[in-house]
């Protein structure tokens, strides 16, 4: 079972609608106790970096976090989503995040257009297990004013836009994605699948 986190922030139902045209069964989770019965975690997310973790915070998702990383559990960040797994965000002001991964989320560099809004093609650097099965260089699509910089050694795809952009990493059950698998089409969903196979 997949659950997808509400916090009142993000297409939650797409994200759904996306899992569903898999064959897979997700539901979205208004309460930290509906994660219970999910064995994979869904983190998606649109909008403030702030406003996004106080309310997490609010409704108690970050303690569920922590809990369902700590026991082993399969997590997605997506988009906002996986900003919020790291220790802080300028966007904005400077506010703290989850902290799962060391790292930092900037405004994209000068010179290009913010936001990124559109489709792009990876540079992927850990083939297995979420691009297992897809071309050389995926397309995909992205929406974001801001990016991730960190030094771990967890990226497992950049985009280049302007310079080459950190779009994703994994690192043991945590995987995250800056672009947006749920409209990314055949891809995305390929994305999607390789995540909902991954044995836990």
């Given at each position: 079972m997949i659950g997808i986190i509400d916090y009142k922030m993000g297409n939650?139902?797409?994200?759904?609608?996306a899992f569903e045209y898999i064959g897979q069964e997700a539901v979205i989770a208004a309460t930290p106790k509906e994660l219970d019965g999910c064995d994979k975690?869904?983190?998606?997310?649109v909008g403030a970096f702030g406003d996004a973790m106080n309310t997490l915070k609010a409704l108690g998702f970050d303690e569920a976090i922590y809990k369902s990383v700590e026991?082993?559990?399969?997590?997605?960040?997506?988009?906002?989503?996986?900003?919020?797994?790291?220790?802080?965000?300028?966007?904005?002001?400077?506010?703290?995040?989850?902290g799962l991964i060391s790292g930092e989320i900037v405004r994209l560099p000068e010179g290009v257009k913010i936001p990124q809004i559109g489709w792009n093609n990876l540079k992927v650097y850990m083939r297995e297990p979420l691009y297992k099965g897809l071309s050389e260089?995926?397309?995909?699509?992205?929406v974001h004013s801001y990016r991730l910089k960190t030094?771990?050694?967890?990226?497992?795809?950049?985009?280049y836009y302007g310079e080459e952009i950190q779009a994703a990493v994994q690192k043991d059950n945590i995987f995250a994605v800056q672009f947006?698998?749920?409209?990314?089409?055949?891809t995305g969903?390929?994305?999607l699948k390789n995540?909902?196979?991954?044995?836990?």
């Open positions: 939650l139902r797409s994200v759904q609608k975690i869904v983190l998606p997310g026991k082993g559990k399969l997590f997605l960040g997506i988009c906002l989503g996986m900003q919020m797994i790291f220790d802080k965000s300028y966007e904005n002001g400077e506010f703290d995040g989850l260089s995926p397309y995909v699509y992205f030094n771990a050694p967890v990226v497992s795809a950049s985009v947006h698998p749920e409209k990314s089409g055949d969903l390929g994305i995540f909902s196979d991954i044995k836990v």
